[in-house]
């Protein structure tokens, strides 16, 4: 087989592209290092419709007048005349047509050219033809037919010409007549039967036929038909017959001969052919569909050594369906309060199914009170949205979701409204006096008061009785009171927050009697407890107790359970008990002391509170690593864990680059990692720790964070001249220096007569030189940077000098 030769063969034009409509464009081609005569044949194409200007002939000249704008390809076709092959050369060049005047002179290769003999105006393309073309194409009965010369006897083709030019050639191979001219039905059928006996591929041919009808009628001149067709494609095999949205069509082409033929893939789109991909070797299309509905496919195929448009054809659909349509059927809140400054958290469900294939994209915003918005999180796979809100009020959070190949801005949305409190609200869980009612005068009481919630706690204790007492709102959450007369009083607890407008947000009180004082009251110093408030179930856990006052103290303790009484001792002289609990749960200890004279059940009481559990939670208390200002790609860099019960508490690591994940450890006894940064970026390091009889996925969890540079910082940037002032014509050289940095690179601009220019893009090369043409100011401009650095520069210098005659 003879291959095209294009590297020999060249097309000049008269004018630079782009021109104007209706300019008249010289076309001329120069062969070199060919010896042989030569004959060439001209062509036009736009949008995948070739014309030819001129046929083939001696003249390497034509002339091109377009009559419409847009982006044109110049194709030559080149012949050697004395052999038989129809095509040795061929070239290609684009060229655009604008609307407006364009005015540029003619080049130099066509000013000597006066042959105008030479040139053709075949190709200029009117509007009557274009037109035609355009009614030939939307045509949507059949209403040509295209017939083989062989397929027509010579009786039918006096009656096919009818009312034809009786000068046209009547060697030609093919005839084009319309169904208005006269009734084909007959020769249809027999032609349609020599042809195929299968109706399905009978509709292809028809089809094939009216294409190529319908190029001969846009121009005469493109090289006909074979006189026989060989059919090329044997089948078309398609992955699948209906795909969705976003997936991708696969279409293999299959020929007869296993011969290298060329293939052109064209799609309708609005009732028109677009093409897809121009001809090449690649039998195989892969095609995105991204909207619903059937796409239609045209597969031209044809030999390397055709000259005509297309030897076979195929027309194939594949339907597009739609993607499950997504659905938010659920936007919650995860957080159990919703406090400002803490972290809040959100999901969304939707009807989509992990196991559907779909990827689904989240993206929220937040919306405060007064219609502002932000957004927190853009789209991504990620259903949870956590962030921190600092300020309290009213807000809507707006999640919307789409799947990853939807065309649209979103599938679905979904407003939730929440309200954030300034804090948790406040609750006063106990108010106790450290000694019981009656008390004598002067004896001094310590009131104390156990509150939860809040963030800047305020407490006022109001006493009422003989002598009032306010102490107005403070922050000390006890109250000493020493009372001089005896009687009944009442001791009030105000509590609120600093923020709080209001008079109080809970209160509490205790009535009190106060006699005439006597004895030295009984008081509890102090309550020792040999472990932590957090115990171990089997463990023997001692509590002791130190008072003062009275003539001879007595004690008793009860140990309660989850409220439920499991231990209670009679009063003695003992005052600490030992007991082991054997359950997880929470455990109450209330304390009495009296009087060994004293009638009451208890002259003074206290309460403990301790959790037994099945093991102590693992706690991190420090993760600790070498400080430094900076920390660079390739610097180890070792974190420890700190935690108590260190023998039986398990540490995970996960490193994390820029949120990312990159490494993850098991849990292990291990209280150290080694890290060695390999790219820059945010590294944050979180740590979990959990008891080794931990069945949770951890007890505790920490992390920290640290950014990781590529390099040091480059700095100090400066130029040296080899010159104080330069010269005409004399060389003048720089030299740039910097601090820091890795890998510098440097980039240089020169000022010359107030205009800036770009000498010398990034490179290593720390040096410049130029000789001065002219006299005058100049201003040399250094940039630096590190060469992985994606930034303009980060760091400059500029150098004034004057160059003198």
Same mark, same amino acid.
């Given at each position: 087989m003879n291959e095209v030769q294009s590297k020999y063969i060249e097309i000049i034009f008269d004018k630079e592209k782009p021109q104007s409509v209706d300019t008249s464009i010289r076309i001329k081609v120069k062969a070199e290092n060919i010896s042989e005569e030569l004959e060439y044949k001209f062509l036009i194409g736009k949008g995948g419709i070739w014309s030819v200007i001129k046929d083939f002939s001696k003249s390497n000249q034509c002339l091109w007048v377009p009559t419409e704008d847009g982006n044109y390809i110049i194709m030559v076709q080149a012949r050697e005349k004395l052999k038989a092959r129809p095509l040795d050369y061929l070239a290609k060049e684009e060229f655009s047509i604008v609307k407006g005047e364009i005015s540029q002179p003619m080049k130099e290769e066509f000013k000597d050219n006066t042959d105008h003999e030479n040139y053709s105006e075949i190709g200029r393309i009117t509007e009557a033809d274009s037109n035609e073309f355009k009614e030939i194409m939307s045509e949507t009965n059949d209403n040509i037919l295209f017939l083989k010369a062989s397929q027509v006897s010579p009786e039918e083709k006096k009656t096919l010409m009818k009312g034809i030019d009786e000068t046209m050639d009547e060697t030609r191979d093919e005839m084009a007549v319309t169904r208005d001219v006269i009734d084909l039905k007959e020769i249809e059928k027999r032609v349609e039967v020599e042809n195929r006996e299968d109706d399905e591929i009978s509709k292809f041919n028809s089809e094939k036929i009216m294409s190529k009808l319908s190029e001969k009628s846009l121009n005469n001149d493109i090289n006909s038909i074979d006189d026989t067709y060989n059919e090329i494609i044997e089948d078309i095999i398609i992955e699948k017959n209906k795909i969705f949205v976003g997936e991708k069509?696969?279409?293999?082409?299959?020929?007869?001969?296993?011969?290298?033929?060329?293939?052109?893939?064209?799609?309708?789109?609005?009732?028109?052919?677009?093409?897809?991909?121009?001809?090449?070797?690649?039998?195989?299309?892969?095609?995105?569909?991204?909207?619903?509905?059937?796409?239609?496919?045209?597969?031209?195929?044809?030999? !390397? +050594? *055709?000259?005509?448009?297309?030897?076979?054809?195929? =027309?194939?659909?594949? #339907? /597009? $369906?739609?993607?499950?349509?997504?659905?938010?059927?659920?936007i919650k809140c995860l957080s159990t309060e919703l406090i400002c400054g803490e972290e809040l958290e959100f999901a969304v469900d939707t009807n989509i199914k992990e196991n559907n294939g779909q990827?689904?994209?989240?993206?929220?915003?937040?919306?405060?009170?007064?219609?502002?918005?932000?957004?927190?999180?853009?789209?991504?796979?990620?259903?949870?949205?956590?962030?921190?809100?600092?300020?309290?009020?009213?807000?809507?959070?707006?999640?919307?979701?789409?799947?990853?190949?939807?065309?649209?801005?979103?599938?679905?949305?979904?407003?939730?409204?929440?309200?954030?409190?300034?804090?948790?609200?406040?609750?006063?869980?106990?108010?106790?006096?450290? !000694? +019981? *009612?009656?008390?004598?005068?002067?004896?001094?009481? =310590?009131?104390?008061? #156990? /509150? $939860?919630?809040?963030?800047?706690?305020?407490?006022?204790?109001?006493?009422?009785?003989?002598?009032?007492?306010?102490?107005?709102?403070?922050?000390?959450?006890?109250?000493?009171?020493?009372?001089?007369?005896?009687?009944?009083?009442?001791?009030?607890?105000?509590?609120?927050?600093?923020?709080?407008?209001?008079?109080?947000?809970?209160?509490?009180?205790?009535?009190?009697?106060?006699?005439?004082r006597g004895k030295k009251p009984i008081k509890i110093l102090d309550v020792i407890v040999d472990k932590e408030k957090k115990i171990i179930i089997g463990e023997t856990v001692n509590i002791m107790v130190h008072a003062e006052g009275g003539t001879g103290l007595l004690y008793s303790f009860i140990i309660k359970r989850d409220g439920r009484l499991i231990e209670e001792s009679k009063y003695s002289t003992s005052n600490w008990i030992d007991f082991t609990p054997d359950r997880v749960g929470e455990y109450e200890v209330e304390i009495k002391v009296k009087d060994k004279y004293s009638e009451k059940d208890f002259d003074i009481h206290n309460l403990i509170y301790l959790k037994a559990m099945e093991y102590i939670p693992g706690e991190i208390d420090y993760i600790l690593l070498p400080y430094k200002e900076n920390y660079l790609i390739g610097d180890a860099i070792e974190f420890e864990c700190i935690s108590q019960n260190t023998n039986e508490v398990l540490i995970k690591y996960e490193t994390k680059i820029n949120g990312q994940s990159i490494e993850q450890t098991e849990f292990s006894k291990n209280k150290k990692l080694r890290v060695i940064p390999k790219t820059p970026g945010k590294y944050t390091i979180e740590v979990c720790a959990k008891n080794i009889k931990c069945e949770k996925e951890f007890d505790s969890k920490k992390q920290i964070s640290l950014y990781v540079n590529e390099a040091s910082p480059v700095l100090n940037t400066k130029i040296i001249s080899n010159k104080i002032e330069g010269k005409v014509n004399e060389e003048f050289s720089i030299e740039v220096t910097s601090r820091g940095g890795k890998d510098v690179c440097y980039e240089f601009y020169l000022m010359e007569n107030g205009q800036w220019k770009k000498v010398q893009s990034y490179s290593k090369k720390n040096f410049y030189s130029f000789i001065p043409f002219t006299s005058g100011k100049y201003k040399i401009l250094a940039l630096a940077k590190s060469y992985y650095k994606k930034v303009s520069y980060e760091d400059y210098s500029e150098l004034n000098f004057c160059v003198k005659d």
């Open positions: 069509a696969v279409i293999k082409v299959n020929s007869i001969e296993k011969e290298t033929y060329l293939y052109k893939f064209y799609i309708k789109n609005n009732n028109e052919w677009s093409i897809i991909k121009e001809y090449d070797t690649d039998n195989i299309l892969v095609y995105t569909a991204t909207q619903p509905g059937r796409m239609e496919f045209l597969v031209q195929c044809k030999r !390397l +050594n *055709s000259t005509d448009n297309f030897d076979d054809f195929r =027309i194939i659909d594949i #339907d /597009v $369906e739609e993607n499950e349509k997504v659905e938010i059927v659920n990827v689904i994209l989240y993206k929220f915003y937040k919306i405060s009170k007064d219609g502002r918005s932000s957004c927190i999180q853009d789209y991504s796979t990620n259903s949870n949205v956590q962030f921190i809100e600092p300020h309290d009020g009213t807000y809507r959070i707006l999640c919307l979701v789409r799947s990853i190949l939807s065309n649209k801005e979103y599938d679905d949305r979904a407003v939730l409204m929440y309200k954030v409190k300034p804090y948790t609200d406040i609750k006063i869980k106990d108010f106790i006096a450290d !000694l +019981n *009612s009656p008390q004598a005068t002067e004896t001094e009481i =310590i009131f104390n008061s #156990d /509150v $939860e919630g809040g963030k800047n706690l305020l407490y006022r204790y109001k006493v009422k009785g003989p002598i009032e007492e306010d102490t107005g709102f403070t922050i000390s959450n006890e109250f000493s009171w020493n009372p001089e007369e005896p009687g009944e009083y009442e001791v009030f607890l105000y509590v609120k927050d600093k923020m709080f407008t209001g008079e109080y947000e809970d209160s509490r009180k205790i009535a009190f009697t106060i006699e005439k």
